[in-house]
């Protein structure tokens, strides 16, 4: 892991993400391995400028090295995961755009919570923009929603 530290921002981060998932691999006693395992692949991807998919393929390719099956499954589930990020950032991102091109620039809070949405929630708030006449509508919607128990 202090390896990882170190090596993050380096241009072959790449080549060092690998060395380090083929020597976790080699760790004999399984829940050592997974426990050393999924934070590094959650650094990587939290501390890397790069994109889902790029981090994606990093553990796509690393997995090579684990014979054993969770290893694998832990892998696949925090690529998946970062996936899933991506795609409600993207969301998030074109939403908050179409609110300023909209409405003007939106609030800290309102960002926010676009930010750390679900998809399914980004979607029908999504759908309701059309229904806002100002900001106030858009914030009185989440408002709403979490009166509702919904967030």
């Not at 981090?55 to 899933?84: P, S």
């Not at 409405?103 to 059309?130: A, H, M, N, P, T």
Request: proline share 1%.
């Amino acid at each position: 892991m202090l390896h990882l530290f170190k090596h993050m921002s380096d241009e072959d981060m790449y080549g060092h993400l690998l060395r380090i998932m083929k020597i976790i691999s080699e760790i004999s006693e399984r829940k050592t391995m997974l426990e050393i395992l999924e934070p590094a692949l959650r650094y990587t991807y939290h501390a890397r400028n790069e994109d889902e998919k790029t981090v994606r393929k990093y553990i796509e390719e690393g997995i090579e090295y684990f014979d054993d099956i969770k290893a694998g499954e832990v892998a696949m589930t925090v690529a998946d995961r970062l996936e899933k990020k991506g795609e409600i950032r993207g969301r998030s991102v074109l939403i908050q755009k179409q609110l300023n091109k909209k409405f003007g620039l939106i609030s800290s809070v309102l960002e926010r919570k676009l930010q750390d949405s679900r998809l399914d929630i980004l979607d029908k708030f999504g759908e309701s923009i059309f229904d806002f006449n100002n900001l106030k509508d858009a914030e009185k919607w989440w408002d709403d929603f979490e009166k509702k128990g919904n967030a």
